[in-house]
């Protein structure tokens, strides 16, 4: 890296170490305000919700149907799905989120313009420092190396945020002229929708030979199917076969933080606290089958 960067990275990594000693309470969709800074958990609970996320043949090609938390259908159309862009600070559109909690808007906006936003290098481990407490308080480990990070080009990952779980992605569409529902959505069906996405569209108009980076709890943590179809989806018939995808196979946290007037961002992923930072395979990579690969290239989880 840089040398610079370098001198950046060290400065948050300082700011990591603060915020872990000060992160107390339980993180939820909300969000956290520490000191300064803002922690997110990007989970969604899927106990009691029924999910179908199909398309339904009788109503058009474009047209969609899933379930709520209370078991309730919605037929939903593309254009109904509310979605945001990701601006990072020269306001260039970095990706797009799909906010169903409240805070979820104003809380990415932050994070994806802050001055510097390490995650395009970089990710953390962290762990609960007193697992079962109503109040955890959080313990971060070391910088890791990230995957997507291209040190030839600097072509930056494009970014993916939706609340999810291991089978699921929540999305919150439109009902009514003033009002909205949050419905679950399947991995193949999300990836629809982000194939007919604008503001990812226009992402990758800046950076077309991007990773994505999903920034989702879970979606590929072992027994699920969450980000395994998303991927499979966008690779074979979403027009994007030359583009590998990140998912978390834990929970994901972002972070925004202002140390000495400059602000911030990071991603971690959540790892069992009897690992800690030992813990290996935190991402799964999900190759594009588009692309050939040079003899002894890295491949799998990460």
Request: proline residues 4%; glycine residues 12%.
């Amino acid at each position: 890296m840089f040398a610079g960067l370098a001198r950046v990275i060290g400065r948050l990594d300082h700011a990591v170490g603060k915020a872990a000693k000060a992160t107390s309470g339980h993180l939820t969709g909300t969000g956290n305000r520490i000191r300064g800074t803002v922690s997110r958990l990007e989970y969604a609970d899927a106990d009691g919700a029924r999910r179908i996320g199909r398309l339904d043949s009788g109503a058009g090609a474009r047209r969609f149907v899933s379930t709520d938390g209370s078991g309730r259908f919605h037929r939903f159309n593309a254009e109904d799905v509310v979605s945001v862009p990701l601006k990072n600070r020269e306001g260039n559109v970095i990706g797009v989120s799909f906010p169903s909690r409240r805070g979820d808007v104003g809380s990415k906006e932050r994070w994806a313009r802050a001055d510097f936003r390490s995650s395009d290098f970089v990710y953390y481990a962290f762990w609960r420092k007193n697992p079962g407490s109503k109040k955890p308080e959080w313990a971060f480990g070391r910088r890791r190396q990230a995957l997507w990070a291209d040190d030839v080009t600097r072509k930056n990952p494009v970014y993916v945020h939706a609340h999810a779980d291991s089978r699921t992605f929540y999305i919150k569409v439109k009902t009514g002229r003033w009002t909205t529902k949050t419905v679950q959505v399947d991995g193949r069906t999300y990836g629809e929708l982000l194939a007919d996405n604008q503001h990812l569209e226009r992402a990758f108009l800046g950076n077309p030979d991007s990773s994505i980076v999903l920034l989702s709890c879970s979606p590929a943590r072992p027994g699920g199917s969450a980000a395994a179809t998303l991927a499979e989806h966008l690779h074979t018939k979403g027009g994007l076969p030359n583009t590998d995808i990140y998912a978390a196979k834990g929970d994901v946290m972002t972070q925004t933080s202002l140390s000495r007037g400059e602000k911030s961002s990071l991603v971690g992923v959540e790892v069992d606290p009897a690992v800690g930072d030992s813990a290996d395979s935190l991402v799964e990579v999900y190759r594009a089958p588009g692309v050939t690969r040079a003899p002894g290239s890295a491949d799998g989880g990460t």
